[in-house]
């Protein structure tokens, strides 16, 4: 380990920012573009060590877990908050921008949605109990170590304001001090708690854990590896006037604004489409709002998150027909042959993208395409799929779903 003093050129992609150093880039987490740092090198990897020159991009970050200077650890939940909205801004388009050049597509980049403090409906949370007290929060950067959280600026008031009470469940779920998560999604009808990674569990544990619910406000319903334990309430959603209640610890957009601007793009794209293939559908995301307008077949891996879309189709007036098929994608995709009775489609993958499938999509000929991702690498490889085979790539517009964070999701929307 050696000790430099370097000047960050930019930010890298995972939002740490990157300066020459004696062996090549270096990656020095909280900088940014034009200050200059004393590091302590350890290979690709460095640590301020004092700091000369501070950019006027810089601002103080509006969390009090966040940086290196955080109250009580640095919250691993927030890379950037130490960049002003510009700065910030333009690096989430930005990533957006370099992955389509990766790939020599056109540049058909719109201006980011962005994100706001205070709209994250859904958090994963770390809870580990000590002999003295029950950490709840997020794995402090680089490190199993739990940030200790009293705020969290991203999260939803309705979350922040029940930290208390989603303390007191998770004390009355910890078998011992191994660590745990639970995913909290804040629904209509109140918190949907879904613990995970719970070994052990007694049954007076459980009993006691559900008795606790019992007596807290708000708390909707309560599981256990997607088993559950009690719902007082049906946690509820709201997808495009259709109310939808989403499998235990499944899949759901993590904020709703981010969900109505891809659900807005994807709806305006295959407006004039009468058959559409959802793939990877989740619950209906996509699907419940498409059948205001469209006769759509929704095609997912996922049997529980099928059974929550049929579910919620029953009995509401105005929807066209949905169908449903349980299909691993990644295996085997909607082939050419079967997507040729459709005119649209929407394809929303996990992480990995869909190259298979997009590959089908290219030898099907459907006129009007929407790609939906989490992942700008693995989605510029599929436009590229789609762009090889003649389609015209319209726009993409990247949007802010993980605020101050290096994640961006993006809609491609494509026509032949």
Known sequence: MSVETVTIERLGLHGDGVAPGPYGPVHVPFTLPG????????????????????????????????????????CGGCNLQHANDETYHAFKRSIVVDALKSKALPLHVEPLVIARPGERRRAVLTVRRLEKELLLGYSQAG???????????????????????????????????????????????????????????SDRQRRMAIE???????????????????EPQKPMLDFGGTLLCPPAGGFTQATR???????????????????VADLFSGSGTFALRLARQSRVH??????????????????????????????DLFRRPLMASELKVFDGVVFDPPRAGAEMQAKEIAKSGIKRVAAVSCNPMTMVRDLRILFDAGYTIASVTPIDQFLWSPHVEAVALLQK
């Open 257 to 275: 604004q981010a969900e109505d601007a891809m659900t807005g793009l994807v709806l305006t794209h295959l407006k004039k489409c009468k058959r």
């Open 298 to 327: 929704a095609v997912e891996g996922e049997e529980r998150a099928l059974k929550a879309l049929d579910a919620a189709t029953r009995g509401v007036p105005g929807l066209k027909p949905i169908t449903t098929e349980k299909r």
């Open 35 to 74: 200050e200059t740092v004393s590091i302590a090198v350890n290979k690709t990897e460095g640590t301020v060590m004092s700091q000369r020159d501070f950019s006027p991009a810089r601002q103080t970050p509006p969390c009090r877990h966040f940086g290196p200077e955080g109250k009580n650890g640095t």
């Open 212 to 230: 606790t619910v019992l007596t807290l406000p708000g708390i909707a319903r309560l599981s256990l590896n997607g088993e559950i334990f009690v």
């Open 143 to 201: 490190s199993h170590h739990i940030v200790n959280i009293e705020e969290c600026p991203i999260a939803s008031p309705g979350i922040v304001r029940r930290l208390a009470t989603i303390r007191t469940v998770a004390s009355s779920m910890a078998v011992n001090a191994d660590p745990f998560r639970v995913v909290v999604l804040e629904t209509l009808s109140g918190l949907d708690l879904a613990f995970e990674g719970i070994k052990g569990l």
